[in-house]
């Protein structure tokens, strides 16, 4: 029998994003990576990823979730 693998975040906004025609750049494919651990790693730990995904960018500032969430706003503009 085929077990059905539930559906990940990241592949789920990957889908949502390529139907409605939004570009997939390549830090869309690293927070992808990131939101499909969500359920192994939690939360938490998903946050923090993010966060450090972002801050490499921003090595001299401090990231907050609310500048992640601009981010992913802005990111294939």
């Not at 500032?61 to 992913?72: A, F, G, Q, W």
Request: net charge positive; proline share 3%.
């Amino acid at each position: 029998m085929n077990k059905k693998q539930p559906l990940k975040l990241g592949n789920a906004i990957a889908k949502l994003t390529k139907v409605l025609h939004i570009p997939h750049c390549e830090k869309c494919e690293q927070r992808r990576q990131i939101l499909n651990e969500v359920r192994r790693l939690g939360v938490k730990e998903t946050a923090r990823k993010l966060m450090v995904l972002e801050s490499k960018k921003k090595s001299d500032k401090s990231v907050e979730l609310k500048d992640i969430m601009k981010k992913l706003e802005d990111c294939c503009d």
